[in-house]
């Protein structure tokens, strides 16, 4: 905040001189005439001298003893207006140093009373933030700038992604919601919106979600977020060719040997094999890469269940990121089910399942087959890939 201050003091300074100025400008040229009148006097007074001189009225002497005098009262005056002894007209001074001196007084003040004083603190604060910095700490961080400064769409934007990190999508959904309000239709902002609604009901694109993302590649045709999802719905709804133009333009401006880029090219080889007839609708899936389950849902739940409900079963990297790895859903009258999650259930080409890899599980009831307004779950923390033994997961808690 120090360059907040430094530039206040700087105005401030800049007011009192303008206070300020008008009277030493003043001052200084009431000194200038009452000189120039002195020196006037005392060159009248010598012609004066002169002319009574020559007309025979003084002698010589008396001439020469009051040119002396003059001289001594001119250096006198002249002395008298450098110093400032002169007669001053009451209040001068004061009428405007008064009004300076109080004018960083009350701009700190009116600050302290109308400004943002706290805004400025979370701003600096936000800019120092270490790398250390643990991911829920930088949360809270960001919780606090949204509550003093809730129109910041930046803020809310990076509070979306930070939400995105922690693998809690329906918040960040609704972070870049808010963003969005705010700073308008960025692409970006539309594309991770997008995401976000993705991830939190269980890898389904809705028309929302859809629009946003059609909105974000109107605006910017190489945002890669959206390329990306747009060629996941495309894959998923066996539309290969069209999942195949969107990868490809995002691996166009991916950097060739990074592990995302190889992850497309995965999607885009799956997506030709699929096009082409040489893989079957469902892959057999690695016997050792398979999570099985024993998926139950309570008894008072399955008897108030709607019609509309769905049940959505996911296994997620617990140190990744949010997207599910596999996934599938079930209508609640499917339940108890003994499921087995592979390869065939990912979400997203080229990401599978391997032996031994510890993941959670999660399976969820969504009244309205929304997964962002899911009403129950059950959640395992950690569970390992390729287990002979079948693990239970019954949804039974309450979300809030």
Do not use: C
């Not at 990868?247 to 699929?274: H, K, N, V, Y």
């Not at 307004?373 to 950690?382: D, I, K, M, Y």
Request: charged letters at 25%; glycine letters at 8%; zero cysteines.
């Amino acid at each position: 905040m120090i360059d907040f201050w430094l530039l206040s003091a700087l105005l401030i300074l800049v007011g009192m001189l303008t206070l300020i100025w008008p009277l030493w400008r003043t001052r200084q040229q009431k000194t200038v005439d009452r000189t120039a009148l002195n020196v006037a006097l005392y060159e009248e007074r010598v012609a004066e001298l002169t002319a009574q001189r020559e007309q025979g009225d003084i002698t010589a002497e008396q001439q020469e003893q009051a040119q002396q005098e003059a001289s001594r009262l001119l250096l006198e005056d002249t002395a008298n207006a450098d110093t400032g002894v002169r007669p001053r007209k009451r209040g001068g001074w004061w009428q405007l140093l008064v009004p300076a001196l109080l004018l960083p007084v009350a701009v700190v003040w009116l600050y302290t009373l109308w400004g943002n004083p706290e805004g400025l603190a979370l701003q600096r604060e936000l800019q120092q933030t270490s790398a250390t910095q643990s991911l829920p700490e930088y949360i809270e961080r960001m919780e606090r700038i949204v509550r003093v400064q809730p129109q910041n769409g930046e803020a809310w934007y990076m509070l979306g992604r930070a939400y995105m990190s922690a693998q809690q999508p329906e918040m960040a959904a609704a972070a870049f919601g808010n963003s969005l309000e705010r700073v308008g239709e960025r692409p970006e902002v539309l594309a991770q919106l997008a995401q976000a609604r993705y991830f939190a009901a269980g890898n389904q694109l809705d028309a929302a979600a859809v629009e946003a993302l059609d909105r974000a590649l109107e605006l910017d045709a190489q945002e890669p977020t959206a390329l990306g999802l747009m060629g996941i719905a495309a894959f998923e709804g066996r539309d290969y060719t069209g999942a195949i133009g969107y990868w490809t333009r995002l691996l166009a401006g991916m950097p060739e040997d990074s592990e995302g880029a190889a992850t497309i090219r995965g999607g885009i080889e799956r997506a030709e094999r699929r096009l082409g007839g040489d893989e079957g609708e469902r892959p057999q899936d690695d016997p050792q890469a398979v999570i099985r389950v024993r998926l139950e849902l309570a008894a008072n739940l399955l008897e108030n269940v709607s019609e509309e409900a769905v049940v959505f079963l996911f296994a997620r990297d617990p140190q990744g990121q949010p997207m599910p790895l596999v996934a599938r859903r079930f209508n609640p009258d499917e339940l108890p089910a003994d499921v087995v999650l592979g390869n065939a259930d990912a979400m997203l080409p080229g990401v599978r399942l391997e032996p031994g890899q510890q993941v959670e599980l999660i399976a969820r009831l969504s009244p309205d087959g929304n997964v962002m307004q899911g009403s129950h779950e059950g959640r395992l923390a950690t569970v390992t890939v390729g287990a002979e033994d079948a693990v239970t997961l019954r949804i039974d808690q309450a979300l809030e």
